[in-house]
């Protein structure tokens, strides 16, 4: 199940930061695509690499606190969402949207992030036997 879950979080936080990237930024005002256009960018591309890099640790302690880290970006990609619509760089039908993915990559790093927790209560159970 855990696999499948880091694939499929992988994959919708990739395809948004591709769309941010190729389709949303590119509607910001010009002064505005070299300022919150590469904030944007920065955030929502730095989900999924430290979602691939937590994947590949051995540690549970360490996947944990890379999911973590890509569950701040996301945030910080939510919040540049907020900006984007509150200077009328966006309409809400766009914000809507996007602000959809992001919750979507956030149940889905929930979900991944509950498994690991759930390994590490059996680890630790299994090591008291």
Same mark, same amino acid.
């Given at each position: 199940?855990?696999?499948?879950? *880091? =694939?499929?979080?992988?994959?919708?936080? /990739?395809?948004?930061?591709? $769309? !941010?990237? !190729?389709?949303?930024?590119?509607? *910001?005002?010009?002064?505005?695509?070299?300022?919150?256009? $590469?904030?944007?960018?920065?955030? /929502?591309?730095?989900?999924?690499?430290?979602? +691939?890099?937590?994947?590949?640790? +051995?540690?549970?302690?360490?996947? =944990?606190?890379? #999911?973590?880290?890509?569950?701040? +970006?996301? $945030?910080?990609?939510?919040?540049?969402?907020?900006?984007?619509?509150?200077?009328? #760089? !966006?309409?809400?039908?766009? #914000?809507?949207? #996007?602000?959809?993915?992001?919750?979507?990559?956030?149940?889905?790093?929930?979900?991944?992030?509950? +498994?690991?927790?759930?390994?590490?209560?059996?680890?630790?159970? =299994?090591?008291? /036997?």
């Amino acid at each position: 199940m855990k696999e499948a879950v *880091f =694939h499929r979080v992988k994959q919708v936080a /990739s395809e948004l930061a591709k $769309d !941010i990237a !190729i389709k949303l930024v590119p509607t *910001f005002p010009k002064v505005e695509k070299y300022r919150l256009g $590469d904030q944007i960018i920065r955030s /929502s591309r730095s989900v999924p690499s430290q979602i +691939s890099e937590g994947f590949r640790k +051995s540690s549970l302690k360490e996947k =944990h606190r890379f #999911y973590r880290i890509a569950a701040t +970006s996301n $945030d910080e990609t939510e919040n540049h969402l907020v900006e984007a619509k509150n200077n009328n #760089y !966006i309409v809400n039908k766009i #914000y809507k949207s #996007y602000l959809n993915r992001v919750i979507q990559v956030r149940i889905l790093l929930s979900r991944l992030m509950k +498994s690991i927790r759930s390994l590490e209560t059996a680890r630790k159970s =299994h090591n008291r /036997s």
